[in-house]
């Protein structure tokens, strides 16, 4: 089975994607706001502190904050050396329909008091309005009159630690969290998180369709493994398997017979 | 109001449900009066092949409606989780978390396949001088009806190589890996006994198994059903049963084509197969509806003793000089075990593919390191601190870096373990739902998970590795994918039960429960096998009339 170019982003998109946000971190400049992408709400100036960057890459503290909880790395040159929570489009995972809601029902977030999440639903848009509100709130006991976006890594971690330990706060990075990984991880909108894992591209992101199986070549192609020469494939270093194809070792004194019957039950 | 009547309706169509509607629906095709079975269910139909009705999205490519996405907008329509509201959220409380499958083939749409018979010495247990299982049930009283179920499916038993066998047919490197680790602490590990669809998996989906890949109900029993004429409705959620005076009227919510429908419907003979929760929760909320005489908890013992099946999940990596990859993602979700442990500590050991997601975000197993690595218990230990004396963190780049290692070194495994029933079942505070809660681990619980928990660090450990903090010790949360019980068989006129040998309710003429709320216990092995081999010997005794009241008769 060959790979169809069907990912709901190409590979050429989030390369440019990838490519974009490290020309704008290396240059310092805030990314488009017209795109989907871009948070539903204006923010008032900020007033840079002595401290803090001349101009923030963030578009506003969400986005900031999206970045210190899942970072893209970047080398001295601003290249991205592997995606983060905003490369993974985590604001396309905030955008999903009551997801407080449906993250909780899921397990993707702790049982939230019922107050907490009458406060983070309500679309993402609100979400974001009340943890930009917050998040000022948070930056400015730390540095007065800078926005979270603009403070120093070390020091948004700090509040973020902060907030983990607060009740008040908890539950606000903890669904921002939650979001961050599940764009990460979730193949939401695209699959650029589960290939920083490891994980082989999606052969139709548009279809559902992950990986239609192994063994396949080091390139993606499906091998049949009833007619192909797997050894051979394996010797020229071409073979992407999950399986040894070889027993592990006996373990010597380990009598199975007193607990595992003939056809592999516990008797 | 929708509304008619049915001869024979079955709420769910996990394991218990759709051995039911296969068997009974055949059964009710060979009879004179030709009766009706209805199934509902209120998750969708997934195949796109049961209720054309249903309201899912477009069959795709590959002939179902199933795609490979966590988002939980899409997690939500086939897996449902149940939790501890005062548990998770707020730290240090203790708290249990349950998942389940949800639409047709209940558990089946996302489980691993591992079908094994549940070892003799699970049935014999005894609590309070009483045998937890009613005397008819024993391994060899099931045998048969283990057999019937491996046929249907499909069971086999994998290999570590044969070059006769299937590529598919394989257990996988972090099988391998496994073993190793296992060989180096005196343990063995083995191939498992799996139900496959045939299909060389591919590990990526939650549960690491392609859909056409994985051996779900709906391309067995629940095809059978259909194919002897049994009604099947998606997106209808069961909320009430109450008595009438011949039968049952069931009422709920018909969500097919969006909007909410109440529905109302009469039968004869009603089965109940929702799942350890699902059924639990269904008539804990109907309690009030039977009267004394025909109380539906005469015992009191509704949603009380739950197992966990002895579900302990841990994740850590091995060493970066360990020769080979983990690559636990590729393969099959399961497909060795390791049983050594299991004659003196009633525990098995599983590797397991666990999607990254799950784990980034800590619910069972974290990827944080333990403040005491060999600490066991539950909330035995916290967070460890880095050299500054900071607790490591659950964000970062540090932990974008761990997380990174899951293609090549991250292993997870567990334990399966007999434990003592301690988990709860009650009625959520608002809506249909339930909560579930797990108050204290019994000393023998603890027991078995601490020998356990060490068993597996030293496997981490032998390849040069290192085990993670998982939720039990870090927060007491006990997370199990296998409830059993809440709904326990009993013998007639034991008042340890809901119901008796057959399921069917005490006082209840013609109310059955089949599914995993009536196993009484834990079975120390992954449980679907032994939910279907029960609801094939109930199924047959009913149909046979044997030891109980034929269905015929019952139907007249
Ligand atoms: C991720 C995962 C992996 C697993 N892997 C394995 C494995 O490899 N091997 C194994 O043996 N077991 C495995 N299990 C466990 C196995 O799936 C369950 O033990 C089994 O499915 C239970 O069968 P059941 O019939 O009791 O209920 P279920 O299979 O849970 O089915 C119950 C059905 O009833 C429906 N329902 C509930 N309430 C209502 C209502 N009120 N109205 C209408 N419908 C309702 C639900 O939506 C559901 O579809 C796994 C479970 C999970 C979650």
């Not at chain 1, 730390?142 to 607060?166: G, W």
């Not at chain 2, 099959?332 to 975000?361: D, E, N, R, T």
């Not at chain 2, 761990?402 to 293609?407: E, I, Q």
Request: charge should be neutral; include cysteine; proline fraction near 5%.
């Amino acid at each position: 089975m060959s790979r169809s170019p069907t990912h709901a982003i190409t590979r050429r998109e989030a390369l440019s994607r990838l490519l974009g946000l490290g020309v704008l971190a290396s240059t310092g400049c805030a990314p488009s706001t017209g795109d989907a992408s871009a948070p539903a709400i204006a923010l008032p100036a900020q007033v840079p502190g002595e401290e803090v960057a001349a101009r923030s890459r963030y578009a506003d503290d969400v986005d900031a904050l999206c970045d210190v909880l899942l970072p893209t790395e970047l080398d001295a040159s601003g290249k991205v050396l592997s995606p983060g929570a905003r490369e993974a489009d985590v604001d396309g995972a905030l955008r999903i329909e009551d997801f407080v809601a449906i993250a909780s029902a899921q397990g993707i977030l702790p049982a939230l008091a019922d107050a907490d999440v009458r406060r983070l639903s309500g679309g993402a848009d609100a979400f974001r309005a009340v943890l930009n509100a917050e998040l000022a709130v948070l930056a400015a006991r730390h540095r007065p009159l800078a926005a979270f976006r603009d403070l120093p890594r070390a020091v948004q971690e700090q509040i973020v630690v902060d907030a983990f330990d607060d009740d008040a706060q908890r539950p606000l990075v903890l669904v921002a969290r939650a979001a961050c990984f599940v764009a990460f991880l979730g193949a939401v909108t695209n699959d650029i998180g589960l290939r920083a894992v490891g994980f082989p591209a999606f052969e139709s992101f548009e279809d559902g369709l992950a990986v239609s199986g192994y063994p396949r070549t080091k390139s993606g192609r499906l091998v049949d493994a009833s007619t192909e020469d797997l050894a051979r494939l394996a010797g020229k270093g071409d073979l992407d398997d999950y399986t040894y194809n070889r027993a592990p070792a006996p373990t010597p004194g380990d009598d199975l017979t007193t607990v595992l019957d003939a056809s592999g039950d516990l008797l | 109001m929708a509304g008619g009547f049915h001869d024979i309706v079955i709420v769910g169509s996990g394991f218990g449900g759709a051995v039911m509607a296969a068997r009974l629906g055949a059964h009710a095709k060979t009879l004179a009066k030709k009766p009706s079975v209805l199934v509902l269910e209120k998750g969708w139909d997934g195949s796109g092949k049961l209720d054309p009705r249903s309201d899912g999205g477009p069959v795709n490519a590959q002939g179902n409606r199933f795609r490979h996405t966590l988002s939980p907008a899409y997690t939500s329509k086939v897996a449902q989780v149940f939790t501890d509201p005062r548990g998770t959220y707020q730290r240090g409380a203790p708290s249990m978390n349950v998942i389940a499958g949800k639409g047709f083939g209940g558990g089946s749409i996302v489980y691993d396949g591992v079908s094994l018979r549940a070892p003799a010495e699970a049935f014999e247990q005894v609590r309070d001088g009483r045998r937890l299982w009613p005397s008819f049930y024993s391994r060899a009283a099931l045998s048969p009806y283990y057999a019937m179920v491996e046929q249907r499916l499909g069971v086999h038993r994998l290999a570590w190589t044969d070059a006769s066998a299937p590529h598919h047919q394989l257990a996988t490197k972090r099988d391998f890996v496994f073993a190793e680790g296992c060989r180096r602490i005196g343990a063995t590990a083995v191939p498992l006994k799996l139900a496959d669809a045939g299909d060389a998996n591919e590990g990526w989906w939650n549960q690491g198994q392609r859909f056409e890949g994985r051996q779900d109900l709906t391309k067995n029993y629940l095809r059978d059903a259909r194919d002897s004429g049994v009604v099947m409705w998606s997106g209808c959620e069961v909320e009430h049963v109450a008595p009438t005076k011949d039968g049952y009227v069931i009422s709920g919510t018909d969500r097919r084509g969006g909007a909410a429908v109440p529905f109302e419907i009469e039968c004869r003979v009603l089965v109940v197969a929702g799942g350890a929760v699902g059924s639990s929760g269904l008539l804990l909320r109907s309690v009030d509806r039977f009267g004394d005489a025909r109380a539906l908890d005469p015992a009191q013992m509704l949603g009380k003793q739950v197992s966990a099946n002895g579900d302990y999940g841990v994740s850590g990596v091995v060493g970066r000089d360990y020769e080979h990859d983990v690559e636990g993602h590729k393969g099959k979700p399961m497909s060795s075990f390791c049983p050594s442990f299991f004659g003196q500590h009633k525990f098995v050991l599983i590797p397991f593919y666990a999607a990254p997601l799950y784990l980034a975000l800590g619910g069972a197993s974290t990827l944080l390191r333990p403040r005491e690595p060999a600490a066991s218990g539950r909330g035995s230990t916290g967070i460890a601190r880095d050299a500054t004396g900071l607790e490591e963190r659950a964000f970062g780049l540090a932990y974008k870096k761990r997380l990174m290692t899951f293609g090549p070194r991250m292993l997870t495994m567990g334990c399966l373990a007999i434990d003592a029933c301690e988990g709860e079942i009650s009625l959520a505070r608002s809506g249909t739902g339930c909560d579930v809660s797990w108050r204290e681990t019994s000393a023998t619980t603890e027991a078995r998970w601490k020998a356990a928990v060490d068993a597996m660090r030293r496997i981490y450990e032998a390849l040069g590795g290192e085990m993670y903090l998982d939720a039990y010790r870090k927060d007491g949360t006990v997370s199990t994918a296998h409830p059993l019980g809440g709904c326990r068989m009993t013998e007639r006129g034991d008042a340890a039960g809901v119901v008796d040998t057959c399921g069917e309710s005490l006082r209840n003429r013609n109310l059955f429960v089949v599914d995993a709320a009536v196993i009484p216990s834990a079975l120390g092995v992954n449980p679907s096998l032994t939910i279907a081999a029960v609801a094939e010997s109930i199924a047959d005794r009913l149909i046979r009339g044997a030891g109980t009241e034929a269905l015929a008769d019952r139907l007249a």
